[in-house]
C-alpha cells in the first residue's frame, strides 16, 4: 500500500461528458503529480501541484484541469470526453520536489463509450 | 521523441539467476533515476532510486548501477524470484525541471521461473 488513494478504480462514461478524478496523497507529501497511461503507452506526466499551487505542466489538454486544495488532496478535471482519453490516470505524491521518489496509487481506469 | 528508451519489451530469468534489465537515456539535464515495478491492476510501487553524484545504489537484491557518460542505467536483481515477475519501468527527472516530473520509458516485463 502506497498511501496514495485514487478514487474512483473505474470510470465508464461516454463522449462529451465531464469527470472528475480524485487523488489523497500520502500524508505529509506535499507534491502531487497525475500522469496517463493509454494503450501501449508509457506513462505521460501530465500536471504537477505543491502545496496548493500548479508547479509544471506537461502534454495536458486544454479540455483538462487540475487543482489541489488546501488540505493537499486534488483532483483532475476531464471535460468534452472522447473516445481517446481512454486511459489509465495514474496520482502520485512526494515528500518535496527534486530528487525524492514518487508514490503511486493504484489508479482509475476511465473508459470513452 | 523517447528521452528514456528500454529497449527490451521482455525478458525471462531462472530463479536463483540475476536479472539484468537496461534502461537509455537522451537528456544529459536527468539528475534523478527511480526503478518502478508494476504488477497488473496496480499502481507503479517505488524500487530503488540513484542521483547523478552516484555511480552504485544497492537495497537488498535490488542494485541500480548509472553510467553518465554512457547514459546507461541498469537494474540489478541477485538472486530473482518468481515474485519478481512485473514489468519494470526506468524513470528520470532533470535538473531544470522545477517540477520533479518524471519521464518514463515504456517498459521491461520481467518473467523469473521456477
Known amino acids: 500500500d502506497s498511501g496514495v488513494t485514487q478514487t474512483p478504480k473505474h470510470l465508464i462514461t461516454a463522449t462529451g461528458q465531464r469527470v472528475t478524478l480524485r487523488c489523497s496523497p500520502r500524508?505529509?507529501?506535499?507534491?502531487v503529480y497525475w500522469y496517463q497511461q493509454s494503450l501501449d503507452q508509457g506513462l505521460q506526466f501530465l500536471i504537477q501541484?505543491?502545496?496548493?499551487?500548479?508547479?509544471a505542466k506537461g502534454n495536458i489538454l486544454e479540455r483538462f484541469s487540475a487543482q489541489q486544495f488546501p488540505d493537499l488532496h486534488s483532483e483532475l478535471n476531464l471535460s468534452s470526453l472522447e473516445l481517446g482519453d481512454s486511459a489509465l490516470y495514474f496520482c502520485?505524491?512526494?515528500?518535496?520536489?527534486?530528487?525524492?521518489?514518487?508514490?503511486f496509487g493504484d489508479g482509475t481506469r476511465l473508459s470513452i463509450l | 521523441d523517447q528521452q528514456v528508451k528500454q529497449n527490451s519489451p521482455s525478458l525471462s530469468v531462472q530463479e536463483g539467476r540475476i536479472s539484468i534489465l537496461n534502461c537509455d537515456y537522451t537528456?544529459?539535464?536527468?539528475?534523478?533515476f527511480l526503478w518502478y515495478k508494476k504488477y497488473p491492476a496496480e499502481g507503479p510501487t517505488f524500487l530503488i532510486s540513484?542521483?547523478?553524484?552516484?555511480d552504485k545504489n544497492e537495497d537488498g537484491r535490488f542494485t541500480v548501477f548509472l553510467n553518465k557518460s554512457a547514459k546507461h542505467l541498469s537494474l540489478h536483481i541477485v538472486p530473482s524470484q518468481p515474485g519478481d515477475s512485473a514489468v519494470y519501468f526506468c524513470?528520470?527527472?532533470?535538473?531544470?525541471?522545477?517540477?520533479?516530473?518524471?519521464?518514463f520509458g515504456q517498459g521491461t516485463e520481467l518473467s523469473v521461473k521456477p
Open positions: 502520485a505524491s512526494s515528500k518535496d520536489q527534486g530528487t525524492w521518489p514518487q508514490h
Open positions: 500524508s505529509g507529501d506535499l507534491s
Open positions: 501541484y505543491y502545496n496548493g499551487e500548479e508547479r
Open positions: 537528456n544529459s539535464m536527468f539528475d534523478y
Open positions: 540513484i542521483s547523478s553524484i552516484k
Open positions: 524513470a528520470a527527472s532533470a535538473k531544470d525541471n522545477q517540477g520533479g516530473k518524471l519521464i
